[in-house]
């Protein structure tokens, strides 16, 4: 029969054992913070109804998605992002929910995007969102999330912080609302086509004394203090939002928090559901690679399933650009396997004494893995071979049973020397320093 | 705007809080066992060309695949188990994995089933294989980590052990080793349609003497070694097929892990590809829900995609029944947060310091959840309130602060009472235990 050529979709990956080890472990860490803000995971499934996914439609949204007919004739998607499956489940288990809801989700999205840019057509996103709470204390909730979660991956972040709606409230004093969605687009773009280009599209927007402005208003300079007072003063005086972004200061000096954020008025964010304060988390060791972390408050999650307005505040971790940065930056563990311990018999006939001493160190929390074949210590070759495969597969130490004696030979693989004549405890000990 | 219903498909899930708690701290555990005994994760994608996953096409799974047309025209599919991703993967990646190769894969695979029988279209599979190995050593290390799984779960295990080569060699001394396919899939619905049914089916199948001898094979009883014994008889005496039994049972008995395993020759298994042993696990606390975890030995895994020949032998935890049967036993914990204590303020600008406390928590080991609205001490209602919510929120102690004090009241959430004016050693130490 001929051979099926083994291949993938292009945009598409595999994650050998190293690379998903690494994921695992960076996604385990990420969860642990998660999970000690006392934020719940959900999961929803993969696929929904292209209604529901699309929603008001959308173009970009539209041609990106993987929708199809079923086998039952139905229309249906498979999601290209978790806030809109998140909409839809709280639209849906709203009597089963307590608000405020605070929720993580880290799951696969799939996207038809252009591979040529380097994007993926899947990958997994990582979702936290406070819903059903107006506080500052939720936004506040968030960015301090951001913050622990790049230090206990072992990275300082620096979060760029800015609020949407004195943006709003800043281009409503000048006259100048109804151009926001231009403007915004073109503000967001600013650390991509530079200050230059920039001015000249405001300019082409909003003619040259209105681009002055703009270019004022995000250029604003100083500390915290000094550039919220410079904003206020652009956007006509003290206002609900300035003073939200004062409280979120003092939050900020109550945590001894101020080396990890600061009042960025050039972060806009592009989507438009947001209205509050907006962010964007740059690494302290390498902010060229973009933001790692981002989001903002919005004031209607799930306005298109249901009559009530829920609003909330939430951030998004873009995973593979954060392993990108741990591993530029050295941060990122590059295991071959759990088990530092291999146990090899050499007898064919001690396999299942090596299977039992191995569960002897299992129960001793030592991960360990059985070598399947014997190692026949009556032949040296097959020794060394033992050596190369237990090195290969990750491990540490190799522990070989000789005869049918209690005392085992424990070799170090890194150091490349024999521990002799040791008693299972004085073995344990050594393998699980 | 008219409001879109907010729904899903029927045969998919949306899994709450705590539910989605019960299934993660189920896998973290399975995960757990894997990763002692040196099994390293990997991925790959949901998504692949309909061609791959097809492979040598088939009525069943073409009429329940997902399959449909790119935005590229290309013909694709989800995949459906994690096996033919897995023989792909294998052959993609031959020249970067070392033999043995000790893998598991836990991952939502797709199915247009029938819900009416209870079958989900979306479900979590979670599979584990040592492919590259034909010792007798990986078919019990499989067996053993079945065993041991359970058993991190909090229950027993009973596996049914079989060998689907020895009851060929049976088939073939009698003759009637062209009728297998028929006698195997009679066979393996004995539990279903009980024995005289099936022995009608085997006479129509083989004639009135021949079902007489399948039956007296499957229905061997007596110890391992005397079920053994009758076996090989009946295949017409000792052959390499029951030497691997035996080997079996000496790796059994030198763990000492005798109570987990039978012989079972009834166990059949469905599919084509099994080779050599085969088996499925009752939990011996609720037989009568099925098997939760079955598998067996291959001789070509991905002959499809590669010239090479790979054996292996793996299992298949069915997670779905599993988490319906430790739920049914009680041995799954219900939480519906990870986080044992509340913070809560009393007054708005207590926000800051709420967040630095239950960060000092959180390094203290705790999770702990902020409660985003002041307590409002002053007035009683809010107090009550709080308590209210908190407990929905699953914690067990909430602490409140009041004033500038350094001093702080932890309530009991359980016994209803409060513990006054605790340092915040005192507090932590109260809310670890």
């Known amino acids: 029969m001929p051979i099926i050529e083994p291949r993938i979709l292009k945009g598409f990956r595999d994650f050998l054992p190293s690379q998903e080890i690494a994921r695992r472990s960076l996604m385990e860490t990420v969860e642990g913070v998660f999970r000690s803000f006392g ?43 978790l806030t809109v499956p998140f909409a839809r489940f709280v639209a849906l288990h709203q009597a089963e929910i307590t608000l405020p809801f605070k929720r993580y989700h880290m799951a696969k999205v799939w996207r038809g995007e252009n591979t040529q840019r380097g994007r993926y057509r899947e ?43 004195l943006f709003n409230r800043f281009l409503e004093y000048r006259g100048i609302r109804d151009k926001s969605v231009e403007i915004l687009r073109s503000v967001d773009k600013l650390s991509k086509i530079g200050e230059e280009e920039t001015g000249k599209q405001l300019e082409e927007i909003a003619g040259k004394e209105q681009a002055g402005a703009v270019l004022e208003y995000i250029n604003a300079g100083g500390t915290f203090e000094e550039i919220l007072d410079t904003l206020s003063g652009l956007a006509g005086g003290p206002c609900p939002e300035s003073e939200r972004l004062s409280v979120l200061r003092r939050f900020i000096i109550d945590t001894g928090t101020e080396a990890s954020f600061e009042l960025d008025p050039s972060i806009t964010r592009g989507l438009d559901y947001y209205t509050g304060i907006v962010y964007e988390t740059f690494l302290k060791d390498d902010p060229a690679i973009g933001s790692v972390c981002s989001g903002g408050r919005y004031d209607d999650l799930a306005g298109l399933y249901m009559k009530d307005r829920i609003s909330g505040v939430g951030s998004s971790i873009g995973l593979d650009r954060l392993i990108a940065a741990l591993e530029n930056l050295g941060k990122l563990e590059r295991l071959s396997s759990y088990a530092k311990l291999a146990v090899a018999g050499s007898r064919e006939e001690d396999g299942g004494r090596c299977q039992a001493l191995a569960e002897r160190f299992r129960s001793g929390g030592i991960a360990c893995e059985v070598l399947l074949e014997p190692a026949g210590s009556a032949d040296p070759r097959q020794l060394t071979k033992q050596y190369i495969l237990a090195e290969k597969k990750g491990a540490r130490w190799l522990l070989i049973l000789t005869g049918d004696s209690e005392k085992f030979t424990l070799r170090d693989l890194k150091k490349r020397e024999n521990r002799e004549d040791l008693s299972f405890e004085e073995a344990l000990k050594i393998a699980g320093n």
């Open 39 to 81: 934020f719940v995971p959900i999961d929803t499934p993969a696929l929904e109804y292209a209604e529901i996914l699309l929603g008001k439609g959308g173009g970009e949204t539209e041609k990106q998605i993987y929708r199809f007919k079923d086998n039952g004739d139905r229309d249906v998607a498979l999601r290209f992002d």
């Open 123 to 165: 990958f997994t996103q990582c979702d936290f969102d406070i819903v059903g709470s107006d506080s500052p204390g939720a936004d506040f909730e968030i960015l301090l999330m951001m913050r622990e979660t790049m230090k206990a991956l072992g990275v300082e972040a620096l979060v760029h912080l800015n609020h949407r709606g």
